[in-house]
């Protein structure tokens, strides 16, 4: 095995490592806009508001999770099991999934920065971002254990 090659299980855990980092980081995005951390520039959710989003960010990610992340999960290890067993650690993102993600950040810094009410910004975000957060890191747990997706035969 050479330097650059990685075991298929070294690979599934990258996915896991960087799913979960992603999550947590738009679970802390996510806490000015639920009323949970101060941010100057964000106008916060305040009172039972914040414990509603909150409660609706953890069903949107328990929902998420465990139905499309799952999926998600299983089409990225049939991807690393394609590539084979010592295949480069490069390769376990399908350029597929590198365009989606990029997708996704476009889309979360228009929901960001984009100049619409502070209320509904609130509470779009405060949802959005736990309840994907949530969402990628149980995803990212699934990716080291669940079986590849099987792809459907023409």
Known sequence: MSMTSMSQQGRRWIVAVVWVAVGIMLIVRGLPYAG???????????????????????LVGLAKGFTLLRKGARRAVANIVQRGETAPAWTVFSLSMVLLVGLMIVFGLLLRRAPYDPQVKAWLVG????????????????????????????
Do not use: M
Request: aromatic share 4%.
């Open 127 to 154: 949802i959005l971002y736990p309840g994907i957060g949530i969402a990628l890191i149980i995803g990212g747990l699934l990716a080291t254990t669940v079986a590849p997706l099987e792809r459907k035969r023409a």
């Open 36 to 58: 949970l951390r101060h941010s100057p520039d964000v106008v916060g959710l305040t009172g039972n508001d914040t414990w509603i989003a909150l409660g609706l960010g953890l």
